[in-house]
């Protein structure tokens, strides 16, 4: 099964002589018809905010709803709703399989506009688009399962049986390209149907917290120069376990990520932190590589909100090593693990600080608003409670790892 949902727009668009927008029927953006035309006009307001947005507003999507487009079965027509932000009038398509709505395509209305054959021969290829919607949500659900087992299996002949497994159900389609998304927190079930994914899945998250609580917002740390944060062990303790949505979204090129993308995006919407993506992949075998890749990219977005909120794996630098460091010493280095407790949160954030200013005390004492003297009391206490030298670049490289580390796993 292939969802190339973007040829199918082009083909929509080139029958009717217009662009056209395809949405899922939750109105999220799946894929748009180019837009070549001089008039200004064609690019009215809701149809450049789903564009850019990936979604329309409740206020849209209540006026074009009250035309009964989620029962029509043919081509509705629905006037202008200056009110509601809709300045142009549409032509919406509706997307279905077996009679239940999986979508909608949009073409802004003109005159004299296209004729009835011209309609029907674009409603016959808006029947294929629902067929692929119905499929890959099927496909999404039905293989959570499997896709869980590969994800989670370790090494050795379990995850071989888990790999063939997934292979199995995938068919043709899994020796193809793919790109691991990983959107964490992620809280209840796995979602029923997300458009242009092969399978979906809930994984527990990696944490090493040890004092529970809710999963880690924006106002916690972010590491960087003058930031407004309350440093790693504020991450630390804020931080549980829980789990994380693991989504397995087919790509035609590595180098075109676009698909992988708008997945993270329009999950993102349901209120989740972040969302990383490992490199893509041809084939299964590595599945299990590529979700420590997003897991750890999602977890340098929350961290680092410079990187997110949805981080390219290729893109967060030294944290694709602090991830596995990380990831293989859960307890960390016993000589910062005192440092990260919630008691010395006030120094841990300064050394961080320092640190990040590659140890110019003019800079850290300015970013953090405090004294020069300050500073160094505060760096002193520093050494005395981990018995570490920040005159020596050693010393100064295993707490700089320490508490970026932390940020991943705190």
Known sequence: MKGDYQDLVDEISALLGAPATLENRDFRLIAFGAHDSDD???????RTRSILTRQSTAAVR????A?????????????????????????????????????????????P????????????VAERIGVLLAEEAKAGADLSREFREVL??????????????????????????????????????????????AAVCTVPRPGRGEDGGEARGAGAGTGGPGAETSGPSAVRAGRKAGQALAVLVRLRSAEVLAPALGVATRLLAGGSAAAGIAEPRRGLAALADAWSEASAAAQAAAAQPRFGPVAQWSAIGPYRMLAALAAADPAGDPATRVLLGPAHRELARTAELFLDCAGQAGRAAAALGIHRQTLYYRLARVEQLTGLDLDEGEDRLLLHMALKAARLYG
């Open 40 to 46: 200004d006009l064609a690019m009215d307001p809701v």
């Open 67 to 111: 035309f009964g487009i989620a029962r029509a079965t043919g081509p509705v027509r629905i006037p202008a709703a200056p009110d509601a932000g809709v300045f142009r009038g549409r032509i919406c398509l509706p997307v279905r399989y077996r009679g239940i709505v999986q979508g909608y395509v949009w073409l802004l209305d003109q005159e």
């Open 113 to 124: 506009g296209p004729g009835p054959d011209t309609l029907a021969a674009a409603m016959e």
């Open 62 to 65: 209540a006026w074009f709803e």
């Open 152 to 197: 989670t299996a370790g090494r050795g002949w379990q995850q071989d049986m888990a790999v063939a497994a997934l292979r199995l159900a995938l068919g043709p389609g899994a020796d193809g390209l793919h790109a691991v998304v990983c959107v964490e927190p992620w809280s209840g079930e796995a979602p029923a149907s997300v458009p242009g994914t």
